[in-house]
């Protein structure tokens, strides 16, 4: 059973602060999303790994950026947190390459920017 | 890159009834078409997807069918029960060099009243 797992179900910074989430996955999944997720707008692709050290920018990347230092962790980072970054951030793994597509979510951590 | 849109954003049946959620995308490439679950503060969840050589698939109370000449793809839950409550998301597969990355559509907050 694939374990996605996320380091936080909820945070509360302050603006201007540097705010890292992390993520866990425990399947040797090649591929790792991070997603931000908003009432009307569905899932938003922010950034995303494919390998160890490799990152591709999603449809929303601006103020965001990420790290992917071994395989199975994919963390998040807001250089300088905004009120408008408040959101639930989600992120996901897939097997990658002829191992499919479907994607496997961690639990999502809901961000609060004062 | 690919835009996906879906409708209803709200859906409201009764027990019992059958409950349809449609998507359209844009990019003819995509080939891979998931549909997710989300219940009330869980993780979105794989609940059948389908590929671009097949018209249909079922799984129990639920049938995806997937036009590819009118780029429309559809979810159909029969016999809905409250558990069906949720919110259900379609995606598309777009491949944009190095990974297979999904597009989500808005979300359709479907409820099953009893």
């Known amino acids: 059973d694939v374990k996605v797992t996320q380091s936080s179900r909820y945070l509360v910074k302050r603006t201007g602060e540097k705010v890292f989430l992390e993520c866990v996955q425990d399947?040797?999944?090649?591929?790792m999303f991070w997603y931000r997720q908003d009432p009307g707008l569905g899932l938003r692709l922010i950034y995303f790994s494919y390998d160890v050290k490799m990152k591709e920018k999603g449809d929303i990347p601006e103020g965001y950026s990420v790290s992917r230092e071994k395989k199975e962790r994919f963390s998040l980072i807001l250089e300088s947190a905004s009120t408008n970054q408040t959101s639930m951030y989600l992120c996901a793994s897939s097997p990658g390459g002829g191992g499919g597509e479907t994607q496997y979510f961690g639990p999502g951590t809901r961000l609060l920017v004062l | 890159g690919e835009n996906v849109e879906q409708h209803p954003s709200t859906l409201s049946v009764q027990e019992g009834d059958s409950a349809v959620i449609k998507c359209t995308y844009s990019d003819s490439a995509s080939n891979y078409f998931p549909w997710y679950k989300q219940e009330l503060g869980k993780r979105p969840q794989l609940i059948i997807d389908?590929?671009?050589?097949?018209g249909e698939k079922k799984d129990q109370r639920i049938a995806v069918t997937l036009n590819k000449t009118a780029k429309h793809f559809s979810l159909h839950i029969t016999e809905t029960q409250p558990e069906d409550s949720a919110v259900y998301f379609c995606?598309?597969?777009?491949?944009?060099?190095?990974?297979?990355?999904?597009?989500f559509g808005s979300g359709t907050q479907l409820t099953v009243l009893p």
């Open positions: 399947m040797d999944h090649e591929n």
């Open positions: 995606a598309a597969t777009f491949s944009s060099g190095s990974a297979r990355q999904l597009t």
């Open positions: 389908i590929r671009s050589n097949v």
